[in-house]
């Protein structure tokens, strides 16, 4: 069977829809900018927010536009954790931290950043994010001059690497209104937002780092990736991520336009609802693995820029497992043979069981353009062996998923190892308090394996943990992997210099930013 015939079908409807919409557009070279004496970049995201709290903003929004800092950071080289507004941290046991402050840092309305303040905003992030709570693990807090001592509820080694997490940033939570308004220690302060529009950013001057050597930052979102592409072109923005990958061959075309593709932590997945009847069955869950056609996904959606995924972790890491038992698992024959397993019989081109056919609900959203393709091309190849796959398009994936489960199967995003380390995804995803468990996955065995990789040091038994743990949710076909995507951000390279597109997806407005 030629399996990408359908595929491009699918895609190349996609693709004439994008391109009708896109006539008119400049395909020359980025406009001329626009004299002026204020030194401004206009950078554009995929993802729109209505809140600016740092604490439980799951955009990130204000770390990235460079409002906000965290303690530490991801060294993205090393896969190591970095001093940033801590200057550095040790513990005997595991479980009591002494945490040693800057004592040059100040808020961006003029206070310094104490180790009181950094309590206060540790304990407000506490209060606020449930999943926090269960990521830090924090028994106490005490402040003593540019001091922390921090005890947590249980030897934790890793403690230090959970504050990369931009929900623990640092602000001045004297501040009235935290939503619209943080007031942070990056290098950029606030001046204006426009909830799922845009952000305005003046530099602040005395930035411990090192001011800006621009005068302003503008901050906007557009969720329609084509609207993006247009947008650079048109040279209404300087910066765009992850514009149309069909315009991407355009867009090299272009005088002076500079394209990259970085290769990230990040997976594409179909994440299954473990609490859904049909998907608590093994065989069922392997069948819908065994559908996907990751290469021709790859191939034809995202037209090269990622990689087939067969785990969570990009086979790169060193904690990623090696894969040898799934060339011959997959495609429609195999799909049929273990719905056969879980009891189901093909009827009249009706994937039936005890009179009931195999119906399931498929989530997905806009803001990244490939997922609503992939659903369709799944939806498409589930049809083929009698499966009726509805397709249900939501806006945010975290917020519809967490709390309704009138759905079978979801297409996400996830970030697997944006501090360069297993723990993170593995407790956000699998552990039965992990904020990103939409799948309501409850596993003691896989459960136990999580809570011994938290209490490890070791980075051999750390990796060999993380592998065993991915060995079961592939074993366990907890969620599919579909690829692991690049990373892809178009800008004006006549104007943008210093520019660059992290791996962890978590820094991109810095003071180095800065243009001709």
């Not at 439980?56 to 001093?83: C, F, K």
């Not at 499966?387 to 996400?412: F, G, L």
Request: with cysteine; charged share 25%.
């Amino acid at each position: 069977m030629n399996k990408k015939t359908p595929l491009l079908a699918l895609v190349s409807l996609a693709l004439s829809a994008g391109l009708l919409s896109a006539c008119g557009s400049s395909e020359s070279s980025p406009a001329a900018q626009p004299s002026t004496d204020n030194k401004n970049v206009h950078f554009l995201y995929n993802f729109s927010t209505s809140s600016l709290d740092p604490h439980v903003d799951s955009s990130y929004v204000p770390l990235r536009a460079g409002i906000t800092e965290t303690l530490v950071r991801l060294d993205e080289e090393n896969l190591t954790v970095a001093p940033w507004l801590a200057e550095s941290w040790e513990s005997e046991d595991g479980q009591h931290w002494t945490i040693d402050l800057r004592d040059d840092v100040t808020f961006q309305n003029g206070k310094p950043m104490t180790g009181e303040s950094v309590k206060a905003s540790l304990e407000r992030a506490l209060e606020e994010n449930v999943a926090i709570q269960n990521a830090l693990k924090i028994d106490t807090i005490d402040a003593e001059g540019d001091k922390l001592e921090i005890t947590t509820t249980q030897p934790f080694p890793e403690f230090a690497s959970e504050l990369v997490n931009p929900n623990t940033a640092i602000i001045d939570v004297s501040e009235p209104d935290i939503v619209n308004k943080p007031i942070g220690t990056g290098p950029f302060k606030l001046i204006s937002f426009t909830p799922g529009s845009k952000l305005e950013l003046d530099r602040y001057d005395e930035y411990w780092d090192g001011a800006s050597p621009l005068d302003s930052i503008t901050f906007s979102f557009n969720e329609d990736a084509n609207a993006r592409t247009l947008a650079l072109k048109s040279g209404q923005v300087d910066i765009v991520y992850r514009p149309e990958v069909e315009s991407l061959e355009s867009l090299k075309a272009m005088d002076g336009m500079t394209v990259e593709s970085t290769s990230t932590f990040r997976v594409h997945q179909l994440t299954m609802n473990m609490q859904r009847e049909s998907m608590k069955d093994l065989n069922v869950r392997r069948a819908l693995d065994a559908l996907i056609d990751r290469q021709g996904i790859v191939d034809t959606i995202l037209l090269g820029y990622g990689e087939a995924a067969i785990g969570p972790f990009l086979p790169s890491l060193p904690f990623a497992p090696t894969y040898t038992d799934t060339a011959t698992e997959s495609g429609a024959d195999v799909a049929v043979k273990y719905l056969g397993e879980a009891g189901y019989t093909l009827q009249n081109g009706v994937m039936t069981k005890e009179g009931k056919p195999l119906q399931l609900t498929l989530l997905t959203y806009s803001s990244r353009a490939d997922l609503p393709l992939i659903a369709q091309v799944f939806q498409s190849d589930a049809k083929k062996i009698g499966i009726d796959v509805q397709i249900r398009q939501i806006d945010t994936p975290e917020d519809y998923m967490a709390s309704n489960r009138d759905w079978d199967i979801a297409t996400y995003s996830n970030l697997t190892a944006p501090r360069g380390d297993a723990g993170y995804y593995l407790n956000a995803t699998y552990h039965p308090k992990g904020a990103l468990n939409f799948s309501g996955s409850e596993d003691p065995e896989l459960t136990k394996i999580i809570e011994e990789l938290n209490l490890t040091v070791a980075p051999e038994k750390r990796a060999e943990l993380a592998e065993k743990a991915a060995n079961y949710v592939h074993d366990n076909v907890l969620n599919s992997f579909v690829l692991h995507p690049g990373t892809i951000v178009a800008y004006n390279g006549k104007k943008i210099k210093n520019w660059v597109t992290t791996r962890s997806e978590y820094y991109m407005i810095t003071n180095k930013l800065d243009v001709m």
